[in-house]
Structure formats: structure tokens, C-alpha cells
């Protein structure tokens, strides 16, 4: 399952909603995501850079193969960054090398440049999007000038399949009357007090959509609210 604010993708969610969800019955694990949006050397080289737990997130996406020696060295490296074979080659990186990203939704304490170790590179079978750049959370939370304890969406695993909308409407009532819920958006044409307090995305058996592999670039790039086909566990539209 995913879960994002209520009214659009691209407003973010309190960090401690975590703890709820990791204490819900039926979850297995849980994970969180933000867009980082940087630019690197200029805007033309656009890339996905996205902020998340290291463990957590290898736990839900093992389609992503990093070897060992480079996961113990992300785990030990705050800036450290992984990056996917075919981004690496597109810009000739190698491990070891440290690259600037210009901060443009998350700005630094100081300056407008954040830096990156890139401690090492993943890899994935056919189909797995190897053009993107992955970071640790605390980097971002330690040293933006705002929005700390933020996040974008959350990634849900649960036990069971079958109950993925149940598990969804539950996590909507955990949540209907947090301050994060009661945002409104002026323009929106529904009226946000009868909309659920999170969009809970179920992605199984969505036709052309992999349960996994979660693809937000275009609609974040775009600055506006996910655009395309979500899907139920039918594959009928949400």
C-alpha cells in the first residue's frame, strides 16, 4: 500500500505517523519516500533523487541488488548515496566519488548545496529503473532549514494481500483527525472535509502497474497531484 496526504502527492506527512503503522496488525514492515527534486551542474540533467530509510527500503524493494560491502557502507555514511548502474554510467560517476546537488524544494541550514558521497550502486533485472539516486533520511532531516519530521508518502507491506483495502480504510481512521488530514486545498473542486483523511493507493494486480516498483517522477517533476491510472485491487480505477 501506499499512502499519501489527503489532498495531493506532493504534501507531505508527519514522521511519527510511522509508529502507528508499524503497530497496526497485518503490517510487516514499513517504509517512507520524499522527492528531493535537486539539480546537479544543471537543470537539463534531471534525475530521480529519493530520500529514504536504507534498511527498511531494501526490505520492501530486494529488486534493487546492491552488493553487501556497499549496503554496510551506506549504513555507516549519513551522506553516503546509492545510484543506479545506468545513472552512474550517464554521468561517468564511480564509487567513491563525491558529487553537488543544488538544494531547490529542501534548501540546506547553509548555503544551497548539498553533498553526496556515492558509496555504492545498485542493479536489477529488466524493467527495474536503474536511473536513480537514493539517500538517508537523517541527512536530509538533520540539515534542511525546514520541514523537520517530514515526509513524503509511506510504503506498506502487509501479511496479507486480500486485505489491502481493509488495511486501507484502517490506516485512514488512524489518521482522520490529524492535523496533517485537515489541510485543505483551495483548489481542489471537492470539498476536502469529504474526502478520506489519506489517499491509500492499493497497487495489486493493477494491469501495467508493478506492486513494487513505484514510479512518481513525472507527476512530481510536473509540480501537481499524481496523474494516470491508480488501481484497486481489481484493477478497476480508484
Known amino acids: 500500500l501506499v499512502i499519501t496526504h489527503k489532498v495531493s502527492l506532493i504534501m507531505p506527512l508527519p514522521i511519527s505517523y510511522a509508529d502507528g503503522l508499524k503497530a497496526t496488525e497485518g503490517v510487516t514492515e514499513v517504509s517512507h519516500q520524499t522527492w ?14 529519493m530520500v529514504v530509510e536504507p534498511e527498511p527500503f531494501m526490505k520492501i524493494y530486494p529488486e534493487f541488488k546492491i552488493p553487501p560491502d556497499q549496503v554496510k557502507a551506506w549504513l555507516a555514511d549519513r551522506q553516503g548515496a ?10 561517468g560517476w564511480k564509487v567513491g566519488d563525491r558529487i553537488p546537488i543544488t538544494g531547490t524544494i529542501w534548501q540546506p541550514k547553509q548555503g544551497q548545496v548539498w553533498d553526496f558521497n556515492i558509496v555504492g550502486m545498485y542493479d536489477g533485472d529488466q524493467g527495474v529503473d536503474k536511473t536513480q539516486l537514493f539517500f538517508r533520511y537523517d541527512y536530509l532531516d538533520e540539515n534542511r532549514l525546514r ?6 508518502w509511506y510504503v506498506v507491506k502487509i501479511a496479507d494481500p486480500s486485505r489491502a483495502q481493509e ?14 488530514a485537515s489541510t485543505n486545498c483551495p483548489a481542489m473542486k471537492t470539498d476536502s472535509a469529504t474526502l478520506p483523511s489519506l489517499f491509500v493507493v ?3 494486480d493493477c494491469p501495467g502497474v508493478s506492486e513494487k516498483q513505484l514510479r512518481f517522477r513525472q507527476s512530481f517533476q510536473s509540480a501537481r497531484p499524481m496523474s494516470g491510472r491508480l488501481c484497486g485491487p481489481s484493477g478497476s480505477s480508484v
Request: charged share 20%; net charge positive; glycine share 14%.
Open 167 to 180: 488495511m486501507g480504510a484502517k490506516f485512514d481512521t488512524m489518521f482522520a483527525n490529524s492535523s496533517a
Open 202 to 204: 492499493v497497487w495489486k
Open 36 to 49: 528531493f527534486g535537486g539539480v546537479y551542474q544543471k537543470p537539463e540533467n534531471f534525475f530521480a533523487q
Open 82 to 91: 546509492i545510484v543506479g548502474v545506468d545513472l552512474a554510467k550517464r554521468f
Open 147 to 152: 520541514g523537520e519530521g517530514l515526509v513524503g
